[in-house]
């Protein structure tokens, strides 16, 4: 079955790779919202410079942007730099949802049909699917990261952060993205028309994003939403990522939070990866 999921997944890269079109959207993506996002969302923007028309001395506007960034977004130097694993989370969230639009062509152009009539595991179709979206998953967040550290005022690191921070913040986008193609690639798989995955994504990817803590911190939401942040996996990676992004060597606290959400998108990625198994062998039949 190696066999099989390897040779189409290496057909799949190509297509992508050789269609600019298809990654273009995506670096755009990163490099507006990063920007966009970090400069009219950002907080302390709001901090006044006068007060009954007297200067607020520099001091005190850098004395308050500080105490905002500290205890509202976990000490980030910057919101861009709080923002980025958010953003991250977010391109690869569109990328898992809008990848299997190729599995639908492969249905309509028959060449799915072809598979299912040959002794090919229906478990490699399925996992195919996945393991290209996990490929260009890591390569949009290695892009997408490497952009939020040029952007003004963008991504600023701790000294402390190295190789083993990077692999880490890295496994927490791999996890996230690999539970989320399993979703998705069951869907693409179920679905006979482009337009009604399209449909289904688009009501599924916004909610799924805002409520969860991938642009603002889960504090500051009603009570209501903040359960639905707690649980949802884009909050677990975003979580995971930034503690290393903003702070570089953790504390203890700090370390057995990101274990935590570590496992959470571990445990769910097996059992996501289980059940979109079953659901493909259910769904994948010869026309």
Do not use: H
Not at 24 to 37: D, G, I, N
Not at 197 to 213: C, E, G, K, M
């Amino acid at each position: 079955m190696i066999d099989e999921i390897v040779a189409l997944t290496a057909r799949a890269l190509k297509k992508w790779v050789r269609n600019p079109a298809a990654i273009m959207p995506s670096v755009f993506t990163a490099t507006f919202y990063l920007a966009l996002f970090g400069s009219s969302f950002n907080p302390t923007n709001l901090i006044p410079t006068q007060l009954n028309g007297v200067q607020i001395p520099t001091l005190m506007i850098q004395l308050m942007k500080s105490a905002i960034f500290g205890q509202a977004f976990g000490g980030a130097r910057t919101y861009i730099t709080y923002l980025t694993a958010g953003v991250i989370c977010l391109v690869l969230v569109f990328n898992m949802a809008f990848g299997g639009i190729d599995l639908v062509e492969d249905r309509q152009n028959g060449f799915l049909n072809t598979l299912l009539t040959n002794p090919i595991p229906r478990a490699a179709i399925y996992f195919s699917g996945v393991l290209q979206n996990v490929v260009k998953a890591a390569f949009l967040a290695v892009l997408a990261f490497t952009i939020a550290l040029f952007i003004p005022n963008g991504l600023e690191l701790p000294s402390s952060f190295g190789v083993l921070d990077l692999l880490g913040v890295f496994s927490a986008f791999i996890l996230l993205a690999f539970g989320l193609s399993c979703i998705f690639t069951v869907l693409a798989l179920s679905l006979r028309r482009i337009d009604s995955l399209v449909a289904v994504v688009n009501f599924l990817t916004l909610p799924l994003i805002f409520a969860s803590s991938a642009l603002f911190p889960s504090s500051s939401f009603p009570g209501w939403l903040k359960a639905i942040a707690e649980v949802n996996p884009i909050s677990k990676a975003s979580e995971a990522a930034r503690l290393l992004i903003v702070n570089g060597n953790l504390s203890a606290s700090q370390l057995s939070t990101f274990t935590g959400d570590m496992l959470y998108l571990i445990i769910l990625a097996i059992v996501l990866a289980d059940l979109g198994t079953l659901a493909a062998i259910r769904v994948l039949r010869a026309e």
